[in-house]
């Protein structure tokens, strides 16, 4: 079975905000085990226009927390900054405004180097699309190019967020998210998870382990889909033979 290359530590999240709760609050319990004792953070804000607001929605919440935030758009030396990270951590939004900003800000590579060498990732949504090889399993419009669609590529499977099933008894004649999947596999080659509201992968220690009230759905090309529930480890459906976990080496 295929390992982590690196010390990398991945929380991967579906949704920032459940229904009923604040900010965060369905995922205080995971962040915190992630994280152990690493008490700072470095928000990247990019998803979203007022980067300025949402840094200090996220600040707050953090400081409850018991941890300090600092915002990349606030500092000289993004490089340095991403270089000396305890915890990275991409909120969600628009995942083209964010992967472009991560490559007008030369912010890519900068973010695979930190995340080998051992500061622990976290991402919500779009943060969360961005952490696989690619964007393409987005639902966002395309409001700015960025690029490339290749993403940080920190595993080597796509995550599709916000994952609704087909309803059996809707008069909607459109795609279903499903069938958007699996459109996908008719010209990629890689696994796909798609994260339920309120279900998150943590991936460490060779393991990509999901977690979460409502289960995954795993596409993988020329294959039936598979019901994933929660505490199921998922390597055996989204890693080929000698891919590591912890995705590009």
């Known amino acids: 079975m295929p390992t982590i290359c690196s010390p990398s530590q991945l929380l991967l999240i579906s949704n920032s905000t459940q229904h009923g709760s604040g900010y965060l609050d369905h995922v205080e319990d995971e962040i915190r085990n992630v994280v152990g004792k690493r008490l700072r953070f470095l928000f990247i804000p990019y998803a979203l ?3 300025r607001a949402y840094a200090t929605t996220v600040a707050e919440r953090l400081r409850v927390m018991g941890f300090t ?3 990349i758009h606030d500092v000289s030396n993004m490089a340095r900054a991403v270089e000396d990270a305890e915890v990275i951590f991409i909120g969600g939004g628009n995942t083209f405004r964010l992967l472009k900003n991560l490559y007008d800000f ?3 590579e900068s973010i695979r180097r930190a995340i080998k060498a051992g500061a622990i990732y976290i991402g ?3 943060g969360s699309i961005v952490a696989g090889p690619t964007i393409k399993t987005t639902k966002d419009m395309p409001i700015v190019q ?3 669609f290749d993403a940080l590529g920190l595993v080597p499977f796509q995550i599709s967020p916000h994952y609704l099933d087909p309803e059996p008894t809707s008069t909607h004649m459109g795609e279903t998210q499903e069938e958007r999947i699996l459109q996908f596999l008719e010209e990629n080659e890689s696994p796909v998870v798609g994260l339920r509201e309120g279900s998150m992968l943590r991936v460490q220690s060779g393991s990509i382990h999901l ?3 409502r289960g995954a759905r795993i596409f993988r090309r020329d294959e039936e889909p598979v019901e994933a529930t929660t505490g199921t480890d998922l390597r055996e ?3 080929q033979a000698g891919t590591p976990a912890g995705g590009r080496t």
């Open 69 to 71: 935030t600092t915002s």
């Open 106 to 108: 030369d912010l890519i």
């Open 146 to 148: 960025p690029r490339s």
């Open 237 to 239: 459906f989204l890693l």
């Open 211 to 213: 977690t979460g009230p």
């Open 124 to 126: 919500s949504s779009a």
């Open 49 to 51: 226009r007022d980067r």
